[in-house]
């Protein structure tokens, strides 16, 4: 694929950036989402969101052809891309990353989703944005460091609040510039 022609990704987690407890939007929304495990084993995840976030990260996705990449612990059993999204009513597709495997209990909480990334980028670097209520600020500097010479944004939510419109225009910024720079480039 011609450097021009690269997709930009979207690194996103769920819990503290989609799933909030008080999301600062007129409308917010509240359900509960089924995970089935087999075996007859199933949990009920409580879901708190505003469809404008949804509504807008699906708008960025079209215009600005944003690959979803699913960075969550909703991976388990393909939850964020079977479960998760029809209640959303939206962020349908993309693909999911989840190494339990890549876990490591001294390094901290987050620390899969960087290790994630920087594989990811190993695999094929591609311009990206990280949003994410813990991690980002956690281990931004470990993947900031293996992606030198890629073009990145890195946005931390606050759990309580998830994305907030700022997030929004600094993701909606960032990808314009991405597409001006493959614009010369072409």
């Known amino acids: ?37 087999g075996g007859g084993m199933m949990s009920r995840m409580p879901l708190t969101w505003a469809p404008e976030v949804v509504a807008e990260l699906d ?8 690959e979803l990449v699913w960075l969550s612990t909703w991976n388990e059993m393909h939850a964020s891309m079977t479960s998760l999204a029809p209640a959303l009513g939206g962020l349908f597709g993309g693909r999911a990353i989840m190494d339990v495997d890549a ?7 987050g620390w899969w989703k960087a290790q994630s990334i920087i594989a990811d980028q190993e695999l094929t670097s591609a311009p ?10 956690a281990h931004g500097g470990m993947v900031d460091d293996a992606t030198v010479g890629t073009p990145s944004l890195k946005l931390t939510t606050v759990y309580e609040h998830g994305i907030e419109r700022l997030h929004l225009a600094q993701m909606r910024s960032f990808l314009a510039e ?9």
């Open 178 to 186: 991405q597409a001006q720079r493959q614009a010369v480039l072409r």
């Open 103 to 109: 876990v490591s209990v001294d390094r901290g909480r």
């Open 128 to 137: 990206f944005i990280w949003v994410d209520d813990e991690a980002v600020m």
């Open 59 to 66: 708008a960025l996705r079209d215009e600005f052809s944003l």
């Open 1 to 37: 694929m011609p450097t021009s022609d690269i997709q930009t990704r979207l690194y996103l987690d769920v819990d503290g950036a989609i799933n909030a407890d008080e999301p600062p939007f007129s409308e917010v929304k509240s359900t509960r989402v089924q995970i089935e495990y």
